[in-house]
């Protein structure tokens, strides 16, 4: 080889030094002498420049064919084999206990391998593609809370209005083979296929059933057609649930929809408030209308006891009246008087035989109470005095 | 360096130059088409054969070409569309198809970008087509389905008309929408008949108001009138019983009732300051003054 051949050093020239350095014009020295001796190590001990001299040389011893060129077969077969090995153990790969491998053999399906350390024949002969078949995989359509995606997620329902929903698929792997070998991009036909036949749902619900107690029935018939479309295309994929997310009217029309939730309690206030005035009112009639009732029985009470009471009084003097009549009428005539007279002013005045008018002083028609005590006021009693003027 | 070594190592590399030439895989993903200087010549693989693995060739002189055997996809981009009602809505479909006769899709359109140029165009005009036909309600709702299916029909004959090889396993429409315009008028009419709902609420409400009052009022109009005629006839009853008391005592003896009420009269009446009684002295209450003690 070029670079261990001295009599033809090549654009490099000789190799500098060492072990090679010679006197000029002695031949090298035949390598199979020392065969089996090292030289010995330097007085001082080994050091690195040594260390390396001793490497290449028990390289070279190893490699070197039988004429000192050319390198020993043993060798390239060696680093052949170690070449296969390496290789060989490329097959080597691990399953996760999620996943399952496909085994293709130049490119036809060979096999299907369980979690575990398996093997497979190297690149190119075999391969082996690993696939996630019990993670769950999610794909969301819509866009979530943050991450808006008004074109993914505003939809036209059966009622021609138009509704903010979005939606999240889970689905796994229920056929690896098929996933791999049947469609080309399955991920992006999940998602394709999730939003066409959502919105073909969609398109056939009202919205007012989507915003409230519809979404079951919803979700129910997407997935359903999701299903059927994707074994129709033979995906190998099972869709384990369909969850919408949000559903809401538009932006622009979500104050309308609020303000109808005012308007219901408006309308139940007013109505409370008719209720609370009705209470009031009605309770006030009734405890009116008791007092109404009351009154009139005390009414009634009151004259008919005033009635038994004269009555009785009545009876009793009636009674006494019975045994002497013309007794108990002078009696009681001549009582009445003394306590009518004794109490009022009077003025006896006998008028017979008067031919004009009798004045009487205004002092007469004073309260009894209010005169001072002057009993020399001229008593209006006794003798008339005729008079001009006024009369009694 | 060794001479034997170097052609050992040439004759290596010439027949790895030459196996890779002449052997490939055809995976089982994938159908091949052999084309011997540029024609076409058998294909590997193709649909309805199972036949991928490792396979030989002339090498240098066949070359092969790798189609995609699965099915894939193309999505149409959004269509403007005319509903028979006059409506504008846009539509956003996609395909799904599959090469089954890859040496027609060679000679045809020769690889995907090719097909997918030719594809598109096609979809959008099939579409427009079919959905111009249909009104806008059912393209949206209520022919749905039989509207694709017709447009995947219509696809498929023209596909097979072309000969462009390919097998269209499904065609769905993803989108059918209002055009930006037109939402904002469909928003605007949702808007409307919401107040529309809102303001029926609220009168229902204040009807039932009215309604709750004008009825209490009522029962309290009732309720004092009731009242009222039991007062009016309790107090009569009242004055009834009187009557009759003041009659059944009274009535015993009207006169002497009729002196006997007067007397009480006099004194609850006359016996006070405020009169002045002018008397004359003939009164029978006087009869002894004028008199004497002896009169009887």
Redesign the interface.
């Known amino acids: 080889m070029p670079w261990n051949d001295n009599a033809n050093p090549g654009p490099w020239g000789s190799p500098p030094g060492g072990q090679d350095d010679r006197p000029e014009g002695e031949p090298p020295p035949r390598r199979e002498e020392p065969r089996r001796r090292l030289p010995p190590p330097p007085p001082n001990g080994p050091d690195l420049g040594d260390l390396w001299r001793r490497l290449r040389s028990e390289w070279t011893r190893l490699t070197r064919g039988r004429r000192g060129d050319g390198i020993r077969p043993s060798a390239i077969a060696a680093a052949a084999g170690v070449v296969f090995m390496i290789w060989a153990l490329t097959g080597f790969y691990i399953v996760q206990p999620y996943q399952e491998a496909i085994v293709t053999r130049f490119g036809a399906f060979a096999r299907r391998e369980v979690p575990g350390l398996r093997y497979h024949l190297p690149v190119p002969i075999e391969r082996a593609e690993l696939v996630n078949v019990t993670q769950q995989q999610k794909t969301i359509v819509g866009g979530s809370p943050g991450a808006e995606a008004p074109d993914e997620s505003l939809m036209l329902t059966g009622d021609e209005n138009i509704v903010d929903l979005s939606f999240a698929v889970q689905w796994h792997i229920s056929d690896a083979a098929a996933y791999l070998f049947q469609v080309r991009d399955p991920e992006d036909a999940v998602k394709a296929v999730a939003e066409s036949a959502m919105r073909e749902v969609v398109g056939h619900s009202a919205l007012t059933s989507i915003l409230t107690n519809g979404r079951g029935e919803v979700q129910a018939q997407t997935l359903d057609l999701m299903q059927r479309i994707l074994d129709r295309y033979h995906a190998g994929v099972t869709i384990d649930a369909v969850q919408i997310q949000n559903a809401n009217p538009p932006a622009e029309v979500v104050p309308a929809y609020q303000d109808i939730a005012r308007a219901g309690q408006d309308a139940q206030s007013a109505i409370n408030q008719a209720n609370t005035y009705r209470n009031r009112v009605v309770n006030e009639a009734v405890g009116d209308s008791a007092k109404i009732v009351q009154a009139s029985e005390g009414y009634r009470a009151q004259v008919v006891r005033d009635a038994e009471g004269q009555a009785a009084g009545f009876n009793q003097v009636y009674a006494q009246y019975r045994r002497a009549p013309a007794v108990t009428r002078e009696r009681m005539y001549i009582e009445a008087m003394q306590d009518v007279l004794s109490h009022s002013r009077k003025v006896i005045i006998d008028a017979k035989g008067a031919t004009a008018p009798i004045i009487l002083p205004p002092q007469a028609f004073q309260s009894i109470a209010a005169e001072p005590a002057a009993p020399a006021q001229p008593p209006a009693a006794s003798s008339a005095s005729p008079s001009p003027g006024p009369s009694q | ?2 001479r ?2 170097f052609y050992m190592l040439l004759a290596i590399f010439v027949v790895v130059v030459v196996a890779a030439n002449t052997f490939f ?6 159908q091949a088409v052999v084309v011997n200087l540029g024609e076409p010549v058998r294909v590997i693989n193709p649909p309805g054969a199972y036949d ?3 396979k030989v060739k002339i090498p240098f002189v066949e070359s092969v070409v790798s189609l ?1 055997k ?4 193309i ?1 149409a981009s959004q269509e403007e569309v005319i509903s028979a009602d006059q409506q504008r809505l846009v539509v956003d479909a ?1 395909v ?1 198809y599959r090469i089954s006769n890859p040496l027609a899709f060679y000679r045809t359109l020769g690889n995907e970008t090719i097909a997918r140029d030719r594809l598109e165009p096609l979809i959008n005009s099939s579409l427009r087509q079919v959905l111009g036909a249909a009104t806008a ?1 059912d393209i ?3 022919q ?2 039989e509207l694709m299916n017709k447009t995947l029909e219509d696809v498929r004959a023209r596909a097979a008309r072309s000969r462009l090889g390919i097998e269209v ?2 065609l ?7 055009p930006a315009a037109n ?2 008028a ?2 605007q009419r ?2 409307s008949n ?2 529309q ?3 029926q ?2 009168a ?3 009807a ?6 004008a ?3 009522r ?2 109009t009732v ?2 009138a ?3 005629q ?6 009569g ?3 009834a ?3 009759r ?2 009659a ?3 009535g ?2 009207p006169s ?2 009729a ?2 009420r007067s ?2 009269a ?2 609850g009446s ?13 009164s ?3 009869k002894y003054f004028k008199l004497g003690p002896k009169a009887k």
């Open positions: 360096m060794s034997r070594l895989i055809v995976d089982q993903r994938v991928p693995g490792l995609d699965r099915n894939q996809a999505e996609f799904r309600s949206i709702a209520h749905r389905a396993v499904d769905r429409i993803k989108r059918a929408d209002l939402a904002q469909v928003y949702m808007r919401l107040q709902r809102a303001a609420i609220r229902q409400g204040e039932s108001r009215r309604e709750i009052i009825d209490a009022d029962q309290v309720t004092l009731g009242a009222n039991q007062a009016l006839t309790t107090r009853a009242g004055d019983e009187s009557a008391l003041f059944a005592s009274f015993k003896d002497f009732a002196f006997y007397m009480e006099y004194e006359l016996a006070d300051d405020q009169t002045t009684l002018v008397l004359s002295p003939d029978d209450f006087f």
